[in-house]
Every structure is written in C-alpha cells, then in structure tokens.
C-alpha cells in the first residue's frame, strides 16, 4: 500500500525556525510535494523535491532522503501568517502522476 | 484567483437531490483531479483524468459521477449522497507526466448533504 506519516500538529513561536517530517511508503515514487492550507482555502503548491539534498525558496526549504523515505519541511523566520496546515504528498509515475497526501500538519505560530 | 475555479462554493443538498460541481482550469494542464477533504483526514483522491481519459476510480461509490468533456473542464455529478458525504470536494490541474510543479488546486465545494 501507499501511506505517509507526519505530525498532527506543531506549535511555535514568531521569528523561530520549525521542522516538519514526513515520512512515507509507496511504490513508483516520483517526488515528494509541500502543500500549504489555510483554514478554508486551497491548498498551494510550496516546494517539490524528485532528489535527495535540500531545495530552498525563501523562507521555505524541503529536503529528501530517497534512501530513508523521509522528508522535511524547515520553516525559518516564522511569520503569524504561516499560520495553517501542511501537507506532504508523494507523486507517484503511475496514472496521470497522481499525488498521495499525508494527513496534514497543523501549525499554530504564536505571538 | 488559483487558475483554478470551482463552482458553486457551498452546497446544501438533500439526500434524494441531484447536483453537479464544476471545475474549470484554464492553465494549459492536461490532467485534473478531483479530492474529498474531511476534517481531520488526508485528502482522498477520487478520480484522475489525464488527457481527458479517466484513469483512475479510486473505489469510489457510484453515486460520484465525474465527467470531463475537455481537457479544461470537470465536473462531479452527485446523486443520493448520504451525511457521511458532507466534506470539502477539491478540484486540482497539473501537467502529466509529472513536471516539476505542482497541482493547482480550486478552493473547493463545501458539501452538507442533509
């Protein structure tokens, strides 16, 4: 089967840096996605990485260990309005390349 | 705007209605999706399109009918849901195979079905 696995919820404070990992099981991986969702919105594209190392985009950067299938998610600079849910994903070859989701983590930055 | 639009945004219906969700992408993607986000459950996919062909049905009960007459428009036919139905319905697009970027997402249909 397909599974992943990541936090149900992380809390942290303004300006810190906070991690999200995921890990996963699944067959004909492609990559692992990030996607960002607040509360009653759609969820946004943030980062893909298809190899190991480390991907950065401002703020945001994802990394991948295809060996350990396992990723994280590193929030720097952390901002009230990262308030939201994260999710990682694993695209797959198989059919249209579709993506598999984790459950989500919900992430409560505080003042 | 996401790129990706989806119509109607909320939806009451009864459990012997019929209505239809639409989704429209106008981002140049071959391949659409639609989700079902319930709370406290990953998104579950339901159905893929890819150049138009539907390729995947992901155990879905019949009373979800997806169609796609194009390759920019989608749609969910639904007909005698039950309560347990009751959730965010997600529309996504992307490029397939897979590219680099990632889904474009709607904002969704949020379902009650009473």
């Known amino acids: 089967g397909q599974s992943l696995e990541q936090p149900s919820e992380v809390t942290a404070v303004e300006g810190a840096i906070v991690q999200i990992n995921c890990t996963y099981q699944?067959?004909?991986?492609?990559?692992l996605s990030w996607y960002q969702q607040h509360d009653g919105g759609a969820p946004t594209f943030l980062s893909y990485?298809?190899?190991?190392g480390l991907e950065e985009t401002g703020r945001f950067s994802s990394f991948l260990s295809r060996s350990d299938s396992y990723g994280y998610l590193l929030l720097q600079e952390l901002q009230m309005k990262d308030s939201a849910s994260y999710f990682c994903?694993?695209?797959?070859?198989?059919?249209?390349?579709?993506?598999?989701f984790g459950q989500g983590t919900e992430l409560s930055v505080k003042p | 705007e996401t790129g990706v639009t989806q119509t109607p945004r909320h939806l009451v219906m009864g459990m012997t209605n019929k209505k239809s969700l639409k989704c429209e992408q106008h981002?140049?993607?071959?391949?659409m999706y639609w989700y079902k986000q319930s709370a406290k459950k990953p998104l579950e996919l339901m159905f893929v399109?890819?150049?138009?062909?539907?390729?995947e049905n992901n155990s879905v009960p019949s009373r979800f009918s997806p169609e796609c007459p194009n390759s920019s428009h989608l749609f969910l036919h639904l007909h005698t849901l039950q309560p347990e139905d009751s959730a965010l319905y997600l529309c996504?697009?992307?490029?397939?195979?897979?590219?680099?970027?990632?889904?474009?997402f709607g904002s969704g249909t949020r379902l009650t079905v009473v």
């Open positions: 994903a694993v695209r797959t070859y198989n059919q249209g390349g579709k993506l598999i």
């Open positions: 981002l140049g993607h071959n391949a």
């Open positions: 990485n298809a190899l190991d």
């Open positions: 996504a697009s992307s490029q397939a195979p897979p590219a680099r970027d990632g889904y474009t």
């Open positions: 399109y890819s150049l138009e062909e539907r390729v």
């Open positions: 699944t067959s004909g991986f492609y990559g």
